[in-house]
């Protein structure tokens, strides 16, 4: 599975952004997908998930009631949208994809895509 996410970019807090992450793959459906970030010297984070029939989502209680993830099984899409952004939230953001949900640890996923770098200015 191929993943590239989209969408980062530099904004106010305060503010809003929307990340998108294609998948190639066929069975996109089957995949539980995720977003995790990483800023810089520290670890990589997980930030939501949503499994793949979109009736269960996962979020960190640090993005709970800001960031909604939701995923479009048509285009193979997943998708982060965030409010509310605080500076805390800059990093880089990651896509990720898995076939079972086992939690919110980042070895708990097996593919990967190349992030998106989000900046939040005070």
């Known amino acids: 599975v191929l993943l590239q996410a989209s969408g980062g970019g530099l904004v106010q807090a305060g503010g809003s952004l929307r990340l998108s992450c294609a998948a190639s793959t066929r069975t996109f459906s089957n995949y539980v997908m995720g977003w995790f970030r990483q800023a810089p010297g520290k670890e990589r984070d997980f930030v939501a998930a949503?499994?793949?029939?979109?009736?269960?989502?996962y979020y960190a209680d640090s993005v709970k009631d800001r960031f909604t993830i939701s995923r479009d099984n048509a285009k193979n899409t997943v998708y982060l949208q965030m409010n509310s952004l605080k500076p805390e939230d800059t990093a880089v953001y990651y896509c990720?994809?898995?076939?079972?949900?086992?939690?919110?640890?980042?070895?708990?996923?097996?593919?990967w895509g190349q992030g998106t770098l989000v900046t939040v200015s005070s």
């Open positions: 990720a994809a898995d076939r079972y949900y086992r939690g919110g640890k980042a070895a708990d996923y097996a593919y």
């Open positions: 949503v499994r793949g029939s979109s009736t269960s989502t």
